[in-house]
C-alpha cells in the first residue's frame, strides 16, 4: 500500500521533475519502483508506443503509463531498472543528440545487446514500417520495434545480429 500511494503521489504532482523518482519497497531486498517522465512525448498515442516499446525490449512486465503528465512508472529489480532507464533517455531525446545509441548487459541470455536508431531519412510511419520489416526479417533480430513520433527503431539481439542491422539501417537510411 506505501508503494501504491508514494507513485499516486508522484505522479500526482505538479512539475514532475525530469530526473526518475525512486521508491524501494520495505522489507524487500531488491523491489523498486521507479517514475519516469518523458518530456518529448506530444501526444497519448506517443506514450503509449514509447511505454509498449520499453516493455517488450526490457522485459519488465510492471509498467504503467499516466498520461497526463507523460508518466512512465516501473518496478522490478535495481538491475532491472537499468535497460528502461537508458531506453527512456534514448527515445525521449532529440533525434539530433549525438551519442551512444547501444546498451550491452551481462544477463538477459544471448539477446543482450539493444540499440536505438533515430533515422533520418524515413519520412512515414509506412517507411519506417517496411524498414523494421526487413531489418527483422534479414538479421533474424526477434525484438524490434518502431517509435513513429520520433521516427526511432529500437532492437535487441545477441552482438551479431545487432551488428548486422547496424549495416542494414546505414545502407537503407544514408
Known sequence: MAAADWVIHELDREGAGTNPAEYRVPGESDDVVRVFYMKHTQTVQDLQEAATLIRSMTGVRRLFTYNAPRGIA????????????????????PASQEGAREYSFAEGGDENTVRVFHLKHTETPQQLQQLATYVRSTSKVRRLFTYNAPKAMALRGTAEQVAVATQLVKERDE
Open 74 to 93: 516501473l518496478r522490478g529489480t535495481s538491475q532491472q531498472m537499468a535497460l528502461p532507464a537508458w531506453l527512456i533517455r534514448e527515445v525521449d531525446s
